[in-house]
């Protein structure tokens, strides 16, 4: 069995948002109990990531090292045409991930005890993210 | 249902190539609608990536940025039996991904308006790559 | 069908573990022959790769350019309660995997010559690492 179902996230600038419990709500719906789940982000300047999500720290240490890991404004960008967080937000996204997949074992994501869901946004700028779930499995 | 297919691509040195129609028209053969779409890339010295489809400065800078962030010739690289960029694409590959996976809606592959599939080769020379694709679904 | 079981690898600090062997066995056991093998690994500060499994210097160099590139005791690092690996540790983990696919074909994972599946152990003391397997198809 296949269930597929659609979410619709508002970002507000660079960040971790944390999308557990929506994820959860939409597993549930899907009366499915046992196979994947997978999540698919249809854009490729923000990202999907499993994190910490108990210590704030650790997702602002995530957000630095990517900062300082991909800077702005480098002589070398040339696709800059919607500002300078333009290709560092696809540079950002390539190095994390467009899918997750999390297993679903007894109705339950199977996620480890501070494993969080988050859409991590690149851009500046305010952002509505589409997100594909699907659910497949028994 | 599970159908599984084979692909195998030509590469003519390091860069990204765009094979979003070859694994669409493996999917269309599949006959199935619903489910999910798995790409698997059988090398280690190469990837597979969804990125920006539209405008070519963003496959510049992608290729540019991994480039300085890997670069060759360092004294510490050990695995360089093949050439300076022997040790780099493994490493470029760990970066970045060995497998894609896309939810297969309504028989077509839920892609997001810019979103494209590609190879990423890492290798300077010419190499012939074996991707399996497996649509898994209804 | 869907047949989801657990492994659970000790580490004795950073370093990679090839788990290939034991991940084969546990699809030998669940009896499917044809469909994808998911591992998602239930924590955030180890992950998961597939990478060459030959030369031991591929290997080391990975460690060598994933310690060069999040390097510890950084100044602007907060999520340290645990020790400097601590927020490199998720630093690493971000950048590579927390779950990985690969085919199932004919009652074989479909990997190429040179792939092995490893675990990732980013943390220097010992840990015990829980793996979900899944295996979905025919």
Redesign the interface.
């Known amino acids: ?2 269930v ?1 179902s659609h979410l619709e996230i508002s970002t507000t600038g660079q960040g971790l948002y944390l999308i557990t419990r929506q994820i959860e709500e939409h597993v549930r719906k899907s009366q499915l109990t ?3 789940v ?1 999540l ?5 300047s923000a990202s999907l ?4 999500n108990a ?1 704030p ?2 997702q ?3 957000e ?2 990517l900062d ?3 800077p702005e404004n480098q002589h ?4 800059t ?1 919607e500002g300078p967080d333009d ?1 560092t937000s ?2 950002k ?4 991930h ?6 679903l ?1 007894n109705g339950r994501l ?6 969080g869901l988050f859409l991590w946004e690149h851009r500046h700028q305010r952002h509505s993210r ?1 997100i ?1 779930i ?1 659910v ?3």
Do not use: Y
Not at 49 to 52: A, G, H, L, M, T
Not at 93 to 96: F, W
């Open positions: 069995m296949v597929h046992n196979g994947l997978h698919f982000l249809q854009h490729t990531i499993i994190q910490e210590d720290t650790a602002q240490d995530l630095e090292f300082r890991m991909v070398w960008h040339q696709h045409l290709t696809h540079l996204a390539a190095l994390t467009t899918s997750l997949q999390i297993p074992l199977a996620l480890g005890t501070w494993q589409k594909v699907t497949i499995g028994e």
